[in-house]
């Protein structure tokens, strides 16, 4: 793949529609050609302690941020037409599709595609497991700062260059 747009959600609590930041990553023709990052006010609006010990944000960091609605109106332009990579795509499609829902948006019918799934594929049992950092390292990236939206997608897209 050439032209895709690799994207990470995190979220606050067990909840799909609980988006607390979202990260994307644009490449056309191989190379990558726009960023986005944006912390989201996340409904409902509460941190699970297991999701604060993950990425690190809590609800002070997000008490103030745009709703969903209006980060998603920065971020559709940028993707407008091209597939959307995720690593483990039915987590990041489910989120996607919950808060669409959520905020009585007309879901696009946005095409996935997962990187875990593809590196399953490539690397079989040659890797200790598929989790983002594993596969990333194995395609030659550094995920230095793991479970941060814009650094996930970044790897995601690195690995989608590689494998996909």
Known sequence: MTD?????????NGRRTSVCSVGVVVVRGGEVVDT??????????????FTTAIH????????????????????????????????N???????????????GMPYPGYRFVCTCRAARRVFGRSLPDHRLHT????????????????????????IALKIL
């Open 4 to 12: 895709f747009a690799a994207i990470d959600f995190e979220t606050a």
């Open 135 to 158: 596969v990333s390292a194995a395609c030659g990236f550094d995920l230095a700062h793991h479970h941060h939206a814009l650094a996930d997608a970044e790897a995601c897209a690195r």
């Open 89 to 103: 795509s039915p987590f990041d499609e489910g989120c996607l599709r919950a808060v669409f829902e959520l905020y």
């Open 36 to 49: 986005f990052y944006s912390l989201i006010r996340p409904r409902p609006n509460f941190y699970s302690r």
């Open 56 to 87: 690190g944000l809590r609800y002070e960091d997000t008490a103030d941020a745009p709703d969903f609605a209006e980060v998603w109106r920065q971020v559709a332009p940028r993707i407008e037409g091209l597939p959307l990579v995720a690593h």
